[in-house]
């Protein structure tokens, strides 16, 4: 099955006939078999059901040079059925981007590019698909930065499978293209009837697929994703710059290969040995085609963000007024917005978020994806991959609904800004449903994320400000309400460390908290000033990474840590805090220190702020209460 190419090595081009093509999209039917069943394990069914509708697309349509992945004003293709791996590796080669030992000796092996499902490890991979119903949500990113931000012509084109269809992204990404009116984008929808353990939703009813697209202002190109002639044709209408079009194209799983073509039970299986050399055979044999598509129009090949940047000139505030951090995030935003490569996207809470504040400075980067959390953060992604810095915010509580999404742009390896308001039972009468107490959690197991959370509208500034130059994802979680800022506007917070706002050698016990807590433990300590215990409160504004050192040296010098959360106990303040505190070589870092930890606990509702901080237990009393049960042990 290893056994390299026989026949002499023929050059594709724009304009080959598609007799030519045929035997292009063969053999990547054929490559596509021999390098799964080479591996073990691979879809190579899905693979053969888009072989054809990718050899008139590589050899006919995608203006691309695969030797200048980078180029700027090349066309972009997304696998968002990133599950067909084999099909997609098998273009590569035919486009002399990867060998045939390279495909047939480390697809899917450890430590090797061709991995399981495309990440952007490879240089012709923008974005890592494989969670199925992501990629179309991706390339709508894509192409809103293509026209909007760059004002290319370039084109995106998706491979989608109709499985993935019954994932509700897949409509909010149509949705925005067509409201956008994303004529640079074109999806090709491979509607071969199968998915993973049977039939899928809606098989082979093409119209059905239609009448769907057609309702979120896209236009549908139906065609027998088998016929060249078909496809070609409605391609070539599809790249007309009218609208953005879906073509449906029927097709058949495991095309070309009679023992499993519309056979159930062959999905994500490898051809065994005997029948994938039957495969080939049938196939046609083992070919070496090379392919040259369409160049990619000459345009200028500046990068995004290569204007002339303004000054950055963050808002400032006198110590003791009271002022939302989300204000200050939305000041923050619009002045940060001096540096062109800077945008923004809303998920219409823009006037409570204050991201709107970017958009009045910045109309022209703007983004408003409505109530549709996925998209936005797909969006950003694609966005990212253009070269942009993106911030996306909405409510704390509904970036939850994104997880997924944020979770496979750390795959990418994606640098991208998030920011969180609305957190905590501190936004009051709304109820359990506003109230983000998942999300601390949730972005520091993020893989290689920043977590952060300023206390005052000062801190709140300079974090927003710092997003803007770290690499991976970073969240900012931001509150509701106002309350007295703290710090002048001199004063810096570099990522990773902490500010120590009372501290004395007599102290016997460190208040540690953040956002409306940290403000609670001040008043704790001024309490328990008052009957002679001396407190020391640290405003822990980076999460992740967390200041081991100022806490590992408060543990050490009062001997007593509390930690004080608005958020639920798993994965916020209180566990950043134990990793740091966590024990060495087996043994207990701090073996007599007395630790305790005050979060939210129960299912809350509504009332007011301070109603609500007392009753799940982190006001400034309930602080003060076990603060004195901890110096007493």
């Known amino acids: 099955m290893t056994a390299a190419p026989t026949t002499p090595t023929t050059t594709l081009g724009p304009d080959s006939d598609l007799s030519e093509v045929f035997e292009l999209a063969q053999q990547l039917r054929v490559d596509s078999v021999r390098a799964s069943t080479a591996a073990g394990s691979g879809h190579p069914t899905s693979s053969l059901s888009a072989a054809d509708l990718m050899a008139v697309l590589m050899a006919r349509h995608l203006r691309y040079d695969w030797s200048a992945p980078d180029d700027p004003a090349a066309d972009r293709l997304v696998f968002s059925k990133g599950h067909a791996s084999p099909l997609l590796y098998a273009m590569f080669k035919a486009a002399g981007a990867v060998g045939d030992d ?23 991979v923008d974005v890592a698909t494989g969670s199925l119903g992501q990629g179309i949500g991706y390339a709508v990113g894509m192409a809103l930065a293509i026209r909007d931000l760059e004002r290319r012509s370039g084109r995106v084109w998706v491979l989608c499978g109709d499985s993935e269809t019954a994932e509700g992204s897949v409509w909010e990404a149509l949705d925005k293209a067509g409201h956008h009116r994303l004529a640079n984008l074109v999806v090709l929808l491979d509607v071969n009837r199968l998915g993973q353990s049977g039939p899928t939703e809606l098989e082979w009813d093409t119209e059905a697929y239609a009448r769907r697209v057609e309702a979120f202002g896209c236009r549908a190109i139906v065609v027998d994703g088998h016929d060249l002639e078909a496809v070609d044709l409605a391609l070539t ?38 029948l994938a050399e039957r495969a080939v055979a049938e196939l046609g044999g083992v070919r070496d085609l090379r392919v040259r598509g369409p160049r990619p129009p000459e345009e200028e ?72 959390e996925q998209q936005m953060i797909a969006d950003a992604v694609g966005m990212a991959v253009r070269g942009f810095r993106p911030y996306a915010t909405t409510f704390a509580a509904f970036l939850t609904r994104a997880h997924d999404f944020i979770r496979m742009a750390a795959v990418s390896r ?44 000062t801190s709140a500034a300079a974090l927003t400000a710092a997003m803007a130059d770290l690499d991976g994802i970073s969240y900012l979680r931001a509150t509701r309400g106002a309350y007295p800022v703290l710090y002048d506007g001199d004063e ?31 008043a704790a300590a001024e309490e328990l000033a008052d009957e002679g215990v001396r407190a020391r409160v640290v405003d822990l504004y980076s999460v992740k990474p967390v200041d081991v050192g100022t806490l590992r040296r408060a543990a050490l010098e009062t001997g007593a840590v509390l930690v004080v959360e608005d958020h639920h106990p798993e994965g916020g303040l209180g566990e950043a805090v134990l990793s740091a505190l966590a024990a060495d070589a087996g043994r207990p870092a701090f073996p007599h220190l007395s630790f305790g930890h005050l979060a939210v606990t129960e299912l809350p509702g509504s009332g007011t702020t301070e109603e609500l901080l007392d009753a799940c237990g982190i006001s400034r009393t309930h602080i003060a209460r076990a603060a004195r049960a901890l110096v007493a042990r």
């Open 301 to 372: 090949t500046t990068r995004p963000g290569a204007g002339q940047a303004g000054p950055v000139e963050l808002p400032r505030y006198e110590v003791g007024d009271e002022v939302a951090t989300r204000v200050a995030f939305g000041a923050a935003l619009a002045a940060v917005g001096a540096r062109p490569e800077i945008v923004a996207l809303d998920a219409e809470v823009g006037n409570s978020t204050h991201a709107e504040d970017f958009g009045k400075a910045h109309p022209e980067r703007y983004f408003q994806t409505y109530i549709a």
């Open 414 to 457: 994606i640098t991208l800004a998030l920011c969180g308001t609305h957190c905590g039972v501190e936004i009051g009468a709304d109820g359990p449903s506003q109230m983000g107490l998942e999300d601390l959690a949730m972005m520091r197991a993020v893989l290689g994320s920043t977590v952060l959370y300023p206390s005052d509208a």
């Open 237 to 274: 209408t599809a790249a007309d710059g009218r609208e953005p079009t879906v073509v449906v194209a029927r097709t058949v799983k495991g095309r070309g290969v009679t023992e499993v073509a519309d056979k159930e039970g062959w999905h994500g299986k490898a051809l065994p040995e005997g």
């Open 492 to 522: 810096t917070f570099p990522v990773g460390g902490s500010k120590t706002l009372h501290q004395s050698p007599d102290d016997r016990v460190t208040l540690v908290g953040a956002g409306v807590t940290l403000h609670e433990c001040l």
């Open 102 to 124: 390279e495909l047939m000796t480390t697809y899917r092996r450890f430590g090797h590019r061709l991995q399981g499902h495309p990440t952007p490890e490879l240089p012709w």
